[in-house]
């Protein structure tokens, strides 16, 4: 399962970050590396981005990115 199937409210261990290395390093200087638990706070309307919370902090992130994070 991917961050971006992950339903609202719910939370989630990241197992492994896949993608480009571009986006493997943005994400990791977000702070977003496997072991982390990720929870969904928000879905915007329409294929907006999604908000998050990792380690007290919320992130935005895109729908697509958000289907390179593996999480279970």
Not at 8 to 27: C, M, W, Y
């Amino acid at each position: 399962m991917t961050l971006n199937d992950l339903p609202e409210k719910d939370s989630a261990t990241i197992h492994a970050i896949g993608g480009n290395p571009v986006a493997r390093q943005q994400l990791r200087e977000l702070g977003l590396v496997p072991g982390d638990t990720v929870r969904v706070l928000r879905r915007a309307a329409m294929g907006g981005p999604l908000l998050i919370e990792c380690r007290g902090t919320q992130i935005a992130l895109g729908r697509n990115i958000a289907r390179q994070v593996i999480v279970g």
